[in-house]
């Protein structure tokens, strides 16, 4: 087997690792959306029949909001470890997007 100059293995690793992050993460985003807009539809219905009233949903939403934020410090951290400059990552999270 020859190898090219300047590819070693571990680039090659690390692009295949890019890849699938992208893959897996565009495949979460796109679930979550579906989840979302389910969650939305339910709420409609909700609100429409008179089971909840749209003041109830403001508040849970508040509520949500607030809880989102503290979480949103905790994921920044985590968000620094993804190789989002890399093209094999962008990639990857578009055929995720598109496929999921």
Do not use: C, R, W
């Not at 849970?60 to 905790?74: I, R, Y």
């Amino acid at each position: 087997m020859t190898s090219i100059p300047g590819i070693t293995e571990a680039s090659v690793v690390s692009l295949i690792v890019a890849f699938v992050l992208g893959l897996l993460i565009g495949f979460l985003i796109k679930n979550v959306i579906k989840v979302g807009i389910i969650i939305l539809a339910i709420v409609i219905i909700l609100i429409a029949v008179g089971a909840i009233t749209p003041t109830s949903v403001e508040h849970a939403l508040m509520s949500l909001g607030q809880t989102a934020t503290q979480a949103e410090s905790k994921v920044s951290t985590y968000l620094d470890l993804l190789p989002y400059n890399s093209i094999a990552f962008i990639i990857g999270l578009v055929i995720g997007l598109v496929k999921g």
